[in-house]
């Protein structure tokens, strides 16, 4: 198919998706450095099961949509499969300097982590590539030209942004977006018992927080995206990696203590937290998959008079609260996600007015949770015969217009 012009049709859901589940929900995964096992369990420390064993992992994340698991390494980084059954193979190899704090950017399908190099850089790699290369997204991780160390990197699904700490004088959670544009700071940690000391952070895009570890006793903080409401949750948590459940309202960590431990409680803060997994080795890296599966399927997709009409069925979600959005390519000509309304999932028509004719067309519908991609569908359809190759100022006014769309 010669694919002149693709579609993205993202379905962002910010709410939860009641459907049936297509992947084995509600575990939590981690990696263990000392004794070198990638493991999961039930989000309650049962039915502890081992994926993988005879790693040396340095930090893990997950792409939930393709139930793939990915650990970083000395040197390279590896992939395994969510239920293990895949044989752990060698994702990225031969890399310098030592790859750190991997997280797994869904929508624009690639891989990140941080490589302490000079200044410190963030690299990314696509996930879908025959052969993947590593990249850089910004190569000087100190927007406040101090140097200093990076101790956690985290993803903004929703908003397609990465989030790094920095330690030095001016210790502050920095962000850039996954291209590589709007490096900025996006706010400064104030000083705490024993220094400043930011370690592990994690964002919840849709309720626009982080969550971050500082302190001398490894504390646990929440603050908005822009800063403005450091919230101490819990007090000398000597935590390491933290994740936030925002479908159960909970957050889980390891700890730095030895044995190791995973604890969990109340998203908004508490004392004397449960102990989840105990005995554990060090754990630089955790994911829980509390993300129920969903449906999403295209219906038709029809071409008629100018127009072109996506046919979806989403399926049921309670709540929900969706959010629209396409992005356009053609002659590699892109533009970023465009929210276009909000809806409740069900049956619905989605009507592009004034569709240029730009031959065979390719459709693809995503839905999401905030934090991974959970399904898809993919079509296609006729528009015509293109009377001439679209250009960038065609593409960009498509693009604009597909923004004035409204979808109730």
């Known amino acids: 198919m010669k694919r002149n012009l693709l579609v993205v049709l993202y379905i962002l859901a910010v709410g939860g998706i ?125 927007i406040d030209a101090g140097g200093g160390t990076v101790f956690g990197l985290a993803v903004d699904q929703l908003n397609q942004q990465i989030y790094w700490t920095v330690e030095n004088t001016f210790s502050s959670v920095q962000r850039v977006r996954i291209d590589g544009t709007d490096r900025e700071r996006a706010f400064g940690l104030p000083l705490l018992g024993g220094g400043t000391l930011p370690r592990q952070l994690a964002v919840d895009g849709a309720g626009a927080k982080v969550y971050y570890v500082a302190g001398a006793f490894a504390s646990i903080y929440r603050d908005n995206v822009n800063g403005g409401d450091q919230e101490l949750l819990f007090n000398s948590a000597r935590a390491n990696a933290i994740f936030p459940d925002t479908v159960a309202g909970k957050l889980f960590w390891s700890t730095t203590n030895n044995p190791a431990a995973i604890q969990s409680d109340s998203i908004d803060g508490g004392v004397n937290p449960p102990i989840v997994l105990a005995n554990l080795g060090s754990v630089p890296g955790l994911y829980v998959d509390n993300k129920p599966s969903c449906s999403a399927s295209i219906s038709s997709l029809v071409y008629e008079s100018g127009s ?101």
Do not use: H
């Open 308 to 408: 072109l009409t996506l046919n979806l069925f989403l399926g049921t979600a309670t709540p929900a609260l969706l959010k629209l959005g396409f992005e356009i390519y053609a002659n590699s000509v892109a533009g970023p996600p465009t929210p276009v309304g909000a809806f409740d999932p069900q049956s619905i028509s989605v009507p592009i007015p004034n569709f240029p004719s730009f031959g065979e067309v390719g459709v693809l519908v995503t839905l999401v949770t905030s934090d991974g991609v959970a399904c898809a569908d993919f079509g296609t359809v006729d528009t015509g015969a293109p009377v001439a190759r679209p250009n960038s100022a065609e593409m960009q006014g498509l693009s604009q217009r597909l923004r004035t769309l409204r979808v109730r």
């Open 18 to 142: 009641a459907t049936t589940p297509m992947r084995a929900a509600d575990k939590i995964y981690w990696a263990d450095s000392q004794t070198g096992l990638i493991q999961r369990a039930d989000l309650d420390g049962s039915n502890v099961e081992t994926l993988y064993s005879g790693q040396t992992p340095t930090g893990l994340s997950v792409d939930p949509g393709k139930g793939e698991l990915y650990w970083t390494e000395t040197t390279r980084i590896r992939k395994g499969s969510m239920d293990g059954s895949a044989v752990a193979s060698d994702f990225l190899t031969g890399l310098t300097p030592a790859p750190q704090y991997p997280v797994v950017a869904n929508l624009d399908r690639v891989l990140c982590w941080y490589g302490n190099t000079g200044e410190g850089s963030i690299f990314c790699a696509d996930l879908d590539a025959v052969s993947p290369v590593a990249a850089p997204v910004t190569e000087d991780i100190d």
